[in-house]
């Protein structure tokens, strides 16, 4: 008999891939026939329809004047612990051990009941790590505690081993994009719209402009390929880098060339009319926008760094690059491009891969069979 089960669902809600995936997690669970409650500061951007079995629980901070910082973990510990309680939940997925399992553990103690953590790292947890040691420990207890805990990568599975050496077994779990949405579509107008000539080939790189997507890397390696082929670049996004990477494309007199997009829903209107995604950054556990891109049929180039090399097959769906090697990215962009033959079979090879590996329904199965597992266990 199929369980349906009452799931707590907490992420970041705004815009980034760990918020996009415990969204879409939550959507298609709920099209499974379970009941999904969503415990967030705000509501996921994702959520943009009505479902009648999920239900949006939101986190609300006192702002009383004692406190000097407004004490956002434990109003969501406490949010959970009401939840849990008064809808009986099952499971409480969490994305991200800091501080979301942290609070989920905290939640489970205060309301008594048998609930079962699952917690999905993304790879920023670890990533932190590089600015703050003192939070390992703390990132340890969260793993460790949790009854169950995935990584969206073999690689981030590996890297958590390595950097905090945790008691519990963490199982790779990729993500996934709704190919119901991303997927090639006619959004040839935009072309026009955005200016870009009939010769011209689209090169798209989408990220939130952090330092660790080195997007001056895209730019440089842009401004080669320009030497070769005619194109356009398109900069979807914003963030901390954003005025830096404005002045680099004005120095190397590229305003012509490159179009700033700022943040964009519907990404795949965007990547339907692109020929070729970059993605050079110096850490990336997975790489979501990668997946978006392949399953509208767009080659990527990224580097081989983190769970970038379990997305892109190297030679086959794309390119993988060292970091950095700038010339390089633009040498095999330029042969891509060039070659009609090579970027046809590279863009089938992606929607390919997309359907066999990293297709929704199978990854929404994996995260079931672990919740079933753990409930089997009580
Ligand atoms: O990359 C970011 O800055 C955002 C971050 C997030 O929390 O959404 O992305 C992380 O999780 C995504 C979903 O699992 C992954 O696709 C990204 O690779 C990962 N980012 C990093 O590891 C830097």
């Known amino acids: 008999m199929i369980m349906k089960l009452k799931i707590g669902i907490t992420c970041y809600p705004t815009v980034g891939g760990s918020g996009v995936v415990a969204t879409e997690l939550g959507k298609l669970l709920a099209e499974k026939g379970h009941e999904i409650h969503f415990i967030s500061s705000s509501i996921p951007f994702r959520l943009n329809k009505i479902y009648s079995n999920i239900f949006y629980h939101q986190v609300e901070v006192s702002t009383y004047s004692v406190f000097q910082y407004p004490p956002y973990d434990l109003a969501l510990a406490s949010k959970m612990a009401e939840v849990i309680k008064r809808e009986k939940l099952d499971i409480l997925h969490v994305h991200y051990a800091i501080p979301h399992a942290v609070c989920a553990i905290l939640a489970k103690q205060m309301s008594g009941t048998s609930v079962k953590i699952v917690t999905t790292l993304h790879g920023t947890d670890i990533t932190v790590l590089g600015y703050d040691l003192s939070l390992a420990e703390m990132i340890k207890f969260g793993i ?99 005025s830096a990477i404005c002045r680099q ?30 993605l050079l950054s110096e850490k990336e556990s997975f790489g979501l926008v990668l997946l978006e891109a392949m399953a509208c049929g767009v080659p990527c180039i990224g580097t081989n760094i983190g769970g970038i090399p379990e997305v892109i097959m190297d030679g ?18 330029v042969m891509l491009l060039k070659d009609r033959e090579l970027h046809t079979s590279f863009s089938a090879a992606s929607r390919e891969l997309v359907k066999t590996r990293f297709r929704s329904d199978i990854i929404t199965e994996q995260y079931i069979s672990i919740y079933e597992d753990l409930l089997s266990d009580t």
């Open 144 to 242: 460790e505690k949790s009854d169950s805990v995935t990584a969206v990568s073999k690689a981030l599975v590996k890297q958590t081993h390595e950097l905090i050496s945790p008691d519990k077994n963490i199982q790779a779990v990729y993500n996934f994009v709704d190919e119901r949405v991303y997927r090639k579509m006619d959004s040839q107008h935009l072309r026009e719209q955005f200016g870009i000539k009939t010769y011209e080939k689209v090169i798209i790189h989408v990220s939130n402009f952090r330092g660790v997507k080195r997007v001056q890397d895209v730019i440089e390696a842009f401004a080669l390929i320009t030497e070769k082929v005619d194109a356009k670049l398109l900069l979807v996004g914003d963030g901390p880098e954003m």
């Open 249 to 278: 494309v004005r120095n190397l007199a590229l305003e012509d060339n490159v179009l700033f997009l700022g943040k964009q829903d519907n990404l795949e209107e965007l990547y339907s009319i692109s020929d070729l995604k970059l």
């Open 316 to 333: 086959e769906t794309g390119f993988l690059c060292e970091l950095g090697d700038t010339r390089s990215v633009a040498e095999k962009a």
